[in-house]
Each structure stands twice: as C-alpha cells, then as structure tokens.
C-alpha cells in the first residue's frame, strides 16, 4: 500500500535536537501512512548514528539517508528520489511536527488530490520554547475549499516551507527544473517559488503541523549566520530572478514571484548591512543597490523605510543604520 505522506528531513549536527524531532512522528495510526526519510547531511555529531538507532527500531516508519554535505538544498533533491508518498513535506532536523495537526493532516492527504495543501505553523524560541508568532491565513480565503492556485495566489503571499504539503509526483516529474542549489543557504525560498509554476490547485486546512524554533546558534537567520552566509542570498536571489525572467509565468503567479523577489532584495540590503561597518562593504551595499535599480525596475525597495533612507541621503546614514539593523536582529533572537 503506498504512504500518503513523505517527510524529508534535512539532517545536519543536529544531536541535540534530533529525538524531539522524530519522536513526533511515534504516532500507532500513522504507520501505515507515513514514511520518514532522515537525509543526514554529512554531520559530524551524532546525527548519523540517532538516526540510524531510529530507523533500526521503527523500519516500516524511517529511513537513515547518507550523504556527502551539500546543504539543506541537496536534502530536499536527495528526499524526492527515495519518495514513495502520495504528497511530500520537508523539515528540519531541529524542528518538529504537532502530532494532533499532523493526525489531521494526513487524514486530509487521505481525501485529497489538490496538488498543494497548505497548513498553519508556529514560530519559537529555542530554549524557552516561547511561542513567538503564529502563521495566519488571509481572512478572504475559505479552508477545506479547493482552489485554482493562479486564482488565490495574490492572497498567499505568506506562503513558505513549513506550511507546504504538495504532490510528489509533480516534485519527481519536473526533477531537474525544480532541482535545488546545492551548497548554498536560503534555497528555501527557490524551493517554494519554482513550486508555486506547477500548482494547479491549492487546499487550506486550518491545522498547525509545523513548529519552527529559532534563535538557535549557527543558524542561517542569526546574525553571525547572516554575516558569514551574505552572498549566498545574493547568488539564490539572482538565479531566482534570472528563472523568473525565463519563464512565461501567469500574470498572478508573476506578481507573486515579484512580491518574494522584492522582499529578498530588501533582505539583501539587510545582509549588507549586517556586516562590519567599513568603506569596502559600503561600496559593495552601493554596488548591489545600483545594480538591483538599474537592471530589475519592477523591483520597488524603495518601499523599505530603511533603504528609502539610505538612498535619500546618499548612503550618508549608513553606520547608523547598520548598527540599528545589527541591534534589532540580536534582540530578536535573544
């Protein structure tokens, strides 16, 4: 019988976390549903061998997946190659899935044939397990309702990974076009973007699965990770653009890459901003914000306070709001 769901789960030095995170999945009516794939990520810890004790003991649940280190990209192009679900979900190796929601959600899979079901998630700390925000659907939209995905998609702009269940027949019959950066941070971004050009119809079901912890150290969204990691949110950035330029997109699902596009520019601005204040990152902030203006003019960041004050005054502010953009991003992970 297949499994209605198949979980990828990126896998990289994540010991201290990992029993959590597959423990959610110990669930005896799911069994027959699930299956769990562990994509270790060439970790260094003991990843490799919590996830090998675990697909040992529960065989008809997980799979212990090994591989060189490439980044959460290759997990993911790794996880649709060994998929055998009907739909395909991904997490991360220090997050976790709600057991109620999850229950809910593959009792949804069991009725579904909409290429994308989209579900709620909780954002929280790590340590204090303070939840810090709750993903909210747009009130004009109806649940349990299936939709022609062009039709909404101008009111899913919140859309990202932790909250996207799709059909792994359309991850493995467009392999190579969706295929992932590898080697590289912030692909989670061109994960949901080249999806969303092969949605047809989409499913909300008003359910929490996911629950994302942040303010772990070494993450990519912490300041020293932003820091060390910059360019390569420049590089997914561009190759982004560049796919969208390629591809004859629908008018809505266009305005929808536009609108993800703009906020990773003006997150580019931020990365820039994040580093040690100096004239050669100034000149590169420069280099980029004139590259950016001159080449891609659907782009509006000037929309962003903060990079509307820069340019107004010709980048004069800048050690100033570098500081302020370094203090805000420590204090939200504090």
Known sequence: MQK????????????????????SFLIKELEDKLEVLIVNDGSTDRTSDIANSYATKYPHLFKHINKENAGWGSTINEGIKYATGKYFKQLDGDDFFEKEG?????NKLELSESDLIVTKF???????????????????????????????????????????TIKTKILEEHYEELKLTENCFYTDVEYLLKISTKIKTVTILPVSVYWYRIGR???????DGICKYYNHHLTVLKKLLQYMNEKNLQPNIRDFFIGRLTDMASAQYERYLCLPISKENKMELIKYH????????FININKYKKIKLLTKTNFILY?????????KIVNLYK
């Open 217 to 223: 150290d070494g993450q990519s969204v912490s300041i």
């Open 4 to 23: 209605l769901l198949t979980v990828s789960i990126a896998a990289y030095n994540v010991e201290s976390y990992l029993e959590e995170t597959l423990n």
């Open 319 to 327: 050690p100033f709001i570098s500081k302020y953009t370094k203090n």
């Open 290 to 297: 004139k590259w950016i203006k001159d080449k891609y003019t």
């Open 102 to 106: 999850l229950i809910k959600l593959l």
């Open 122 to 164: 909780i954002t929280f700390k790590d340590g204090s397990n303070e939840i810090f925000d709750k993903f909210r659907f747009n009130e004009n939209l109806k649940t349990q309702v299936e939709y022609q995905f062009e039709d909404v998609i101008c009111n899913m702009h919140n859309l990202s990974m932790h909250n996207i």
